[in-house]
Antibody, heavy 124, light 107 residues
Framework: QVELVQSGSELKKPGASVKVSCKASGYSFTRYGMHWVRQAPGQGLEWLGWINTHTGNPEYAQDFTGRFVFSLDTSVRTAYLQISSLKTEDTAVYYC?????????????????WGQGTLVTVSS | DTQMTQSPSSLSASVGDRVTITCRASQIVVSYLNWYQQRPGTAPKLLIYGATSLQSGVPPRFSGTGSGTDFTLTISSLQPEDSATYYCQQSYNTPYTFGQGTKLEIK
């Protein structure tokens, strides 16, 4: 069955960096886009962007350009989210999610499988 | 960006009730509208995709309607396990955007 397993919780100081991993199993990793979504404490869902797992090309939401970087290691079926220059307002649960395209391999669609989430806490 | 507005923000209903949540997009998203359920402390779960299609394994009491800019999620007979927050999301264009969520409480 499809499974996305994320790395564990992180506690970081402002200005530090963090790298969250998302390991996929149960499907062909490079056939589906991988999206990233975050949820601040008590808040709603916020889309960060996605990465084309076939080409490695990322796309970022406007508010997440610069400090946020998506990457892949297809040899181990893993997607990564790296956040640099952490701010206290980056404190959130970060989710990876697989996108099923409505038509075409990497087109728009829906997020059918989600990782369990990784809590990143930024505090001095 | 396409803004998604859900209503109500919260509601309370009894077991067996019929519940409807609405979602309006600020521009046309055709049928690229998805609904997710999130229970506290867990990841979101896909319920409905393409505005009307039921995700595999989701009980048939959940249904979705709409196209263009106006959409609804209906739970035909509320069950205790339906207590959760529900989010709509458009995927017609990037950035994918979510509604603010509707918190559903069981009386």
């Amino acid at each position: 069955q499809v499974e996305l397993v994320q790395s564990g919780s992180e506690l970081k100081k402002p200005g530090a960096s963090v790298k969250v991993s998302c390991k996929a199993s149960g499907y062909s990793f490079t056939r589906y886009g991988m999206h990233w979504v975050r949820q601040a404490p008590g808040q709603g869902l916020e889309w960060l962007g996605w990465i084309n797992t076939h080409t490695g090309n990322p796309e970022y939401a406007q508010d997440f350009t610069g400090r946020f970087v998506f990457s892949l290691d297809t040899s181990v079926r893993t997607a990564y989210l790296q956040i640099s220059s952490l701010k206290t307002e980056d404190t959130a649960v970060y989710y990876c999610a697989r996108n099923i395209a409505a038509a075409g391999a990497m087109g728009p669609g829906w997020l059918d499988s989600w990782g369990q989430g990784t809590l990143v806490t930024v505090s001095s | 960006d396409t803004q998604m507005t859900q209503s109500p923000s919260s509601l309370s209903a009894s077991v067996g009730d019929r519940v409807t949540i609405t979602c309006r997009a600020s521009q046309i998203v055709v049928s690229y509208l998805n609904w997710y359920q999130q229970r506290p402390g867990t990841a979101p779960k896909l319920l409905i995709y393409g505005a009307t299609s039921l995700q595999s394994g989701v009980p048939p009491r959940f249904s979705g309607t709409g196209s263009g800019t106006d959409f609804t999620l209906t739970i035909s007979s509320l069950q205790p396990e339906d207590s959760a927050t529900y989010y709509c999301q458009q995927s017609y264009n990037t950035p994918y955007t979510f509604g603010q969520g509707t918190k559903l409480e069981i009386k």
